[in-house]
């Protein structure tokens, strides 16, 4: 309580002898402040991140502008720098790990949600949460030692055998690459898709099944047809929010994709994603362009994510009807 | 049976068991996560792994002690941070809360939760560690108790509104005043529920590698104090795995098993209390 009169007035609220023993005398109002500046420093640094991050990325925005984003050079000694490969390699990661993930999650909250007994789908769930609560520094170390290898002597091969004719499968099997990096990315954001589409999919009416059912359409049918589209954007909602886990994903990518800045069109060649890039060069950035640009790098990431997450919570909030910021 | 019939009947079936195989395959990954760590890893947890300090480079033996008490120092920091943002806040939004300021405040802890840790990691990096210019414990805590707040301030407010509203209403009848109540009524109510999501809040930042690597830095020796860069365990798995010297790649892979067993203990134990009728009735 000593504390109360120094928060309030850092709060910027009015301040005064008689407001102070007005409320003084209610503890609730005193209760009351106290909180609200603690709810208040969330907000405050939200606004002090955006903040340092604008600013000190200023030297490089104001040197580079837009072409910032369409130069491929990345320099350091020479004062060049440009994103254009790390917001590729970024992309098509996220891209990837995309095309995997959505319909192995999809069908996974499909048989939790619709198909498996109530006690079944809680203890695979509850696996489910586990998984997703494996740190990525773990998902990169059996990348590196179990999937580089594999990637290296079988499926790599095994793929420019079938589909070598395409662009996307020649060139030599590192075992690290883009491929590699969009493999693990799928791993990782199949717990999100899952247990976010699973929650969707419980919250249609029975109505919506029952009535499928009853004009004599199969279970799979009930489903497809009746359940997913009344539940389309929420699920729209889940893969927006993994995609935003795959842009800002660090560690695991940073240790499979091969940190290498080149855009080739085979998904073997090496290549490096903005997250990875500030994981490898920040701490040893020397001079205040590279130390800028970097910071710019963080910016764009940010400002995705950003975005990415305001989308992803409006579709859910659509859906479920009980979204992340409207309570009920 | 028409051919139509049976066409629609195979096609459920197949469906139906691709969805369920879908299902295995996204719960066997934890299972091969696991089975690779421990018979990579089982071998070198032993005493030497959490007593001594790492060798020189390129000599074997060690153990990685500093970057397990590295690792505590930093959780230690980023709780005494960003609990009580968290639960004081969260106490606001669930008990005091109007109508603008709290969807304000959610819309916020929402997007700072999906925020990369890489950024908070600069962000950490701008406000910590540039001002004082070198790398340090405080930072690396002040970066993951960020991650922190809004975990901890939304489960919160979630168990706080879980309280049956009879119970307020008995003390308020008493004549306690509204933090009376709270304080002494509601809180102690929804304190097992909110002590478990600052456990897994915990849990969650304790692997975080990315927002570590320009606060926390890294560090062969012991760091005294609290403003000396220090290792710890996920800085400690990425250096060491990444490095091309075998026996840092089997201690990487005892460092994961270490990590992965903790963060794995405590997800487990928190949820299996949790459901076990802690979740309270809503009113």
Not at chain 2, 25 to 52: C, E, M, P, Q
Not at chain 2, 240 to 261: F, I, K, N, S
Request: with cysteine; glycine share 10%; net charge positive.
């Amino acid at each position: 309580m000593a504390t109360a009169p120094s928060t309030a007035a850092a709060a910027g609220l009015p301040w005064g002898p008689r407001a102070l023993v007005r409320r003084a005398r209610s503890g609730d109002e005193i209760a009351r402040l106290i909180t609200l500046v603690f709810a208040l420093v969330v907000v405050l640094i939200a606004v002090l991140l955006v903040y340092q991050l604008w600013t000190n990325s200023a030297q490089a925005r104001h040197r580079f502008g837009l072409s910032f984003f369409w130069n491929t050079t990345w320099d350091p000694v020479a004062g060049q720098f440009g994103a254009l490969t790390f917001v590729y390699g970024t992309l098509v990661t996220s891209a990837l790990g995309l095309l995997i993930a959505v319909p192995l999650g999809l069908g996974a909250a499909i048989f939790l949600a619709e198909l498996a007994p109530r006690r079944l789908s809680d203890n695979l769930t509850f696996l489910i949460d586990l998984l997703a609560a494996v740190p990525s520094v773990i998902y990169g170390l059996l990348g590196v030692f179990i999937l580089v290898p594999l990637m290296r002597t079988e499926i790599q091969p095994a793929l420019k055998r079938i589909l070598g004719f395409t662009p996307l499968f020649q060139g030599p099997a590192y075992g690290i690459g883009l491929l590699t990096a969009g493999l693990v990315l799928a791993v990782m954001i199949v717990p999100f898709i899952i247990s976010v589409s699973r929650e969707v999919l419980l919250a249609v009416p029975g109505d919506q099944r029952e009535a499928a059912l009853a004009l004599g359409a199969t279970r799979w049918e009930a489903t497809w047809r009746a359940v997913v589209p009344y539940a389309r954007t929420g699920i729209m909602g889940s893969i927006f929010l993994a995609l935003a886990r795959a842009l800002g994903e660090t560690m695991a990518v940073t240790m499979v994709i091969g940190n290498n800045p080149t855009i080739s069109p085979s998904l073997f060649s090496p290549g490096y994603s903005i997250a990875a890039v500030l994981a490898n060069e920040f701490s040893e950035a020397t001079g205040n362009l590279y130390l800028s640009a970097l910071v710019e790098l963080g910016l764009v990431l940010f400002l995705l994510t950003f975005v990415l997450n305001g989308m992803a919570r409006l579709l859910i909030l659509l859906t479920t009807g009980r979204g992340t910021a409207e309570r009920t | 049976m028409s051919l139509r019939m049976l066409w629609r009947k195979s096609v459920n079936i197949i469906m139906l068991s691709l969805t369920g195989l879908c299902a295995l395959v996204a719960v066997s990954v934890l299972f091969f996560i696991l089975g690779y760590l421990v018979y990579h890893g089982g071998r070198d947890v032993n005493w030497d792994f959490f007593t001594k300090l790492p060798k020189p480079v390129g000599e074997a033996g060690g153990g990685m002690a500093n970057a397990i008490v590295g690792s505590g120092k930093l959780l230690l920091i980023a709780a005494l941070f960003g609990v009580p943002v968290g639960l004081l806040g969260g106490v606001y939004l669930a008990e005091f809360g109007g109508r603008a300021v709290p969807f304000v405040v959610r819309y916020t802890a929402d997007l700072m939760n999906g925020v990369p840790s890489i950024v908070i990691g600069i962000f950490a990096y701008a406000l910590v560690v540039m001002p004082v210019h070198h790398f340090s414990t405080l930072a690396g805590g002040f970066a993951l108790g960020v991650m922190m707040i809004p975990i901890v301030l939304r489960s919160t407010e979630e168990f706080l509104h879980a309280v049956p509203r009879s119970l307020r209403e008995g003390a308020m009848a008493l004549g306690a005043s509204k933090w009376r109540t709270i304080s002494s009524v509601v809180l102690p109510a929804a304190s097992r529920g909110i002590l478990s999501a600052a456990l897994l809040a915990l849990a969650r930042v304790a692997g975080e590698t990315a927002p570590l690597l320009f606060t926390a830095f890294g560090n062969r020796f012991w760091s005294p104090g609290w403003s000396q860069p220090t290792a710890s365990l996920p800085v400690m798995i990425f250096t060491y795995a990444v490095g091309p010297y075998d026996d840092w790649h089997r201690q990487a892979w005892a460092a994961g098993l270490v990590l992965l067993g903790l963060v794995l203990v405590t997800n487990i134990v928190v949820r299996a209390v949790l459901s076990r009728g802690a979740s309270p009735q809503r009113s």
